[in-house]
């Protein structure tokens, strides 16, 4: 961490910082330029608050040189991290697709379109059960109704289950739940990541709409310092000015993020981009630029249903995406 | 709402859309053009959910006339709302100071901070006790004991007090609370919005970091929808690719909310901006475009506190700033 | 297109407007609802100036539901474009890689650059000659120096040859460039594209640093409508508040774009990210969602120049792109 | 300027870098810490290439300290720069308003404009001549007829003359234009702002749609490094993600750039908003936190032309807008 000091600012001034500094346990290298005094601070700078130095009358700037995450860098855990979801292997190599709908409708519903994706290569099965949704008018999903419906799917078809928390409240009903999402509106928030760090269940965590990467790790740190290292992250597209898409999907995430991280990244195209024809050729691509897996939204009956979205591929889409999804893993490898 | 039909649909597809949408109780008006069909949906569209719409296969695109919140829309309500904090009015007129520490530390610092902003002519206490941090390793807050001290503060100064809300669990704490802050990062915690919902108490609802005016709408309807109706709403700067301030006001957002809804509107140039210098020059460019109040960081004890923030006025510069604010607010009358 | 008329105004007003527009040779559908009245446009809707017409006091809002673009939507030119670069064909399953330095620096440099692209198997070669710099203090480019050395280049190795034009009163210098790049920062300037309209070269037209694609394509139909439709359009990152990567790169563009046009997309992996790490990851992502071709930065003494770019491959970086390249494109066939 | 150095980089590749770096004129202190070596690189770093040194191998970060703008940065000129457009006075106090219509249509609408503004106090007459439309069907200006109707309004009211350029090669036209207007979308077209440098014109530089403030002042210096300084800023919104107003009008920027630089600085509240009830507000607001000037828009005959902006004021409003204002400048002194 480097801290430049303002211009003018007394040596005796300068001293007791440096003296509050070497108290945090940080060694100190100072630089005294023609205008400018820099501070650089050495040891572990992860537990000093930058905005608590950025305050200080006497500091200019500054600048953090490494990283403020460190369960999820990279660099304190070279090997990519491999997360186990009742039985799926994703990261290190382990690429899954997370398919299903959007919400969870009915019993008839979730079966078929289980055992539908699963034939086509699908090894988790998802289904909206609790819905953040915009307007308080709008369907909220069927609750803990639905997860009791996901159960079923489970059982009948052996995949593992993956749906969205609201509330740390709703924690007990999730015990049957393989693999907990945390949406794109609550990745800042903070009580329930810590909630979830107090558990060992895997957690998909979406990245905020409008959060930089650096943030979206330091809410993977919420959890990890907790103590649950089983974390999956998801890009899901980033908030632009761009309309013509719903969102922007960020790939270059994806290596930069398995740069930074040894945390398994995966891709939602379907949310992205919402648009189900876009659905195909941005799976590819995110395979393409090395994501650990894909989640796609797939409905069963898009004739009939109102709520089948228009980001939804019909299973027989979803297999011709499958198809040529996995002609990219084999060039990958 | 307009539903505008795709190139080449046959009718009577069109129809089963027409009798759905009527059985929903509107009335449909049909326009048939020579490359389009356009669908004039007249009724209640509020409880429409246009993603469900918009899904279906025959439907180009769907655009709202009417916006989707009802509560808040001052369509409905023509009149201001003149919101009641613990005895002090904010909207209609009421022109309100919010000022106080970014974080509770001590009771002194607490109580001689009260004393000093309510000389300089603020009418309500802040101080954050439940602290969202983007690191898991920076100060949280002193939490419980926080509140407690905004309570002394209270008893010694007569102030209502305004505090931040993480967690629904926590709302029986929050009992001597006049008004409770839901954070920017939580504007869409829906399931914290609904349980404030079932309060009576004045929520200071911020805007989300990257949230549209209308989301922010929707949010302030969540907490109406469900009974409470005391909401003021407060604009705290927007994510844009600017990095000299630390986010970038929106202050067209204020006579533009009061144009769409009739709930108090405030402004916080504070964490806006990020630097004590820009508090001056933005609290008094809110006031000049209609703002109802401000929320302003005032600390005590700049020149010792490590948590003094770049964004924090001392007691006399936040003196400087109600005397020039009072002069615009006469201009205004 | 669809014009929303205000509530409450009268009859005689819109019947004005009505006859208006029907002078202007469109038929109008007029829609009573109950609050709204809406006026439906039938017709060639391209050459009506929206803003003027959302302008009237009695217009609440305009939306098109045609494009504003003509020459260059597919819908009036189903077949994909193909356009032909000095004898390389780029477009309609015709994948071409442009390659090449960031600056022209010397005939030494460019000419083995351009060799060693070739044999890896770019078709085209890039060279900086004028250069727009933030900071008129950094280097501007080998300027008409920098002409002449691509053309030795081009006579060494047959490559065509791809450089940026900055300003119309140089074009009589680009008698021998074979694509005309219109830079990020260039595509609305729209003095520069008339008259590149008015020549047959092919354009290279960038993306603007914060343009929607409904902008970039109405910049392509500024050359298009004076008469030169040889167009290809290269995505190349747009800005966010993402901090990570230099610019966020729009991989969703490339198969919106190839819905909404005929002309060819490549995409810049390069300038997108900033960092050569990124750039293998994200051409391979690009060619997987179906770019028509790549442009990507190469130079030949990382290790001694100075100028030697973050974003740039060194020849033996960009052989081994080019070899993952051409798996991902033979898997696209 | 700091230079962070990776990790394991070798002594002797530093040394040469520390080398190269002293060739520039820059003295070099090097901080050695446990991780990191950090150079601090005193001098007149402004004509150091940032993106150059940091494509080095070797360097992990460069960060300047000092801005990269000389000529229009306050640290090297404290006192408010001035500028005299055809005797009117804008910056150090002196508040001026710039009002007129979108484009010059007719002499009679030109001049009764001028008469009208003039009374309610403008000081400044702007028109569009040549218009930048992001259509190349909409309607493009009078072009030089339009400058020739200015001019006409000039000799009859006295008030000097605003309006845009789109080409440098238009510059002799402009030679009775008081005040040369840069569009937001030629701000970095730099060829054009070269040609002005070499001019003695006020140049009225509007910031890009996407710029930061640091790159605007950079377009200033390209101005300015060409021998002009008669440059005026002007804030007319950036594109955000919200979509209530067309752009969002960012006020901290006025008294950013009063710290930062010595050039005025005005507010185009009618481009930013695209509304003409939120004209009045932003005006005030602007007005309030220290503006020099305004930039408003006026329509004389709103009930019948076509092209009567929705956020064009009729110069009844604009009058009434006046009227408030100059009790806020009061206020501001």
Redesign the interface.
Known sequence: M?A?IKQGVQKNQIDTLVQ?LENQNL?V?I??????T?L?L??DT??I?I???????IV??V?R??E?YKSANRKFHPQDSIIDVGGVKIGGGNFAVIAGPCSVESEEQIVEIAKKVKESGATLLRGGAFK????????QGLKADGLELLKIAKQETGMPIVTEI????HLELFDDVDLIQVGA??M????LL?ELGKTKKPILLKRG??N????WL?SA??IM??GNENIILCERG????????RN?????????LK??SHLPVIVDPSH??GIS??VK??A???????TDGLMIEVHNN??KA???????LTPDEFSDVMN?VS??VE?MK
Not at 239 to 244: L, P, S
Not at 248 to 256: E, I
Not at 306 to 312: H, T, V
């Open positions: 480097i430049i509050w060694t290298h630089s005294n330029g023609e205008f400018t820099i650089g050495v040891g992860t537990k608050d905005e608590l130095l950025e305050n200080l009358d200019e700037k600048k040189i490494s403020p953040p949704r915009t307007s308080p008018y709008d369907f609201m509330n740390a409240n509106r609550n800042q928030n903070f009580d810590k709409l409008a930089t990467m650096k943030e330091m740190e919420y310092s907790g980033i908030r632009t000015f761009e309309t013509y898409t922007t999907l960020d790939l270059s995430a994806v290596p930069m740069e930074l992205a981009t024809r876009m050729p941005m590819l691509a995110a395979t393409a630029c090395g898009p004739q109102l709520c089948d979205g228009a980001q939804s040529s002609k990219i060039v």
